[in-house]
């Protein structure tokens, strides 16, 4: 299996992104799919997260401004990040969900990641 980020960039703070993730050599369409970010020095976090029926869940810090979404049909996850903020600096990563995201927990098999995606946001 195969992931390839994409879309990432310098941006002013309240600026706008899309990010793709191409997903291959594995079933796509019946597993969830996430983000998750890696900001200086911290750990890789969930951000969001999309089932295999559409439904999603986000990062308190960033609802209402990323939308998760998919095309099975093409194999990527799409991450849609708007209002962006100087904290919101990292390496995006697409992966199937695995770790706590505010009360839910999930635990899907990771495939081997990808080289991520650099977001940086200027203020």
């Given at each position: 299996?195969q992931?390839?980020e994409?879309?990432?960039?310098?941006?002013?703070?309240?600026?706008?992104?899309?990010?793709?993730?191409?997903?291959?050599?594995?079933?796509?369409?019946?597993h969830?799919?996430?983000w998750y970010r890696?900001?200086p020095?911290r750990?890789?976090?969930?951000?969001?997260?999309?089932?295999?029926s559409?439904?999603?869940a986000?990062?308190d810090?960033?609802?209402g401004r990323?939308?998760?979404?998919?095309?099975?049909a093409?194999?990527?996850?799409?991450?849609?990040?708007?209002?962006l903020?100087?904290?919101?600096t990292?390496i995006?990563?697409?992966n199937?969900?695995?770790?706590r995201?505010?009360s839910?927990?999930?635990?899907?098999?990771?495939?081997?990641?990808?080289?991520?995606?650099?977001?940086t946001?200027s203020?």
């Amino acid at each position: 299996a195969q992931l390839v980020e994409s879309g990432g960039g310098l941006v002013q703070a309240g600026g706008s992104l899309r990010l793709s993730c191409v997903v291959s050599g594995t079933i796509f369409s019946s597993h969830a799919m996430a983000w998750y970010r890696q900001g200086p020095g911290r750990e890789r976090d969930l951000v969001a997260v999309i089932r295999d029926s559409g439904n999603a869940a986000y990062e308190d810090s960033v609802k209402g401004r990323f939308t998760i979404s998919r095309d099975d049909a093409k194999s990527t996850v799409y991450l849609q990040m708007s209002n962006l903020k100087p904290e919101d600096t990292a390496i995006y990563y697409c992966n199937r969900p695995r770790g706590r995201l505010g009360s839910m927990r999930f635990a899907a098999e990771i495939i081997p990641w990808g080289q991520g995606t650099q977001v940086t946001v200027s203020s």
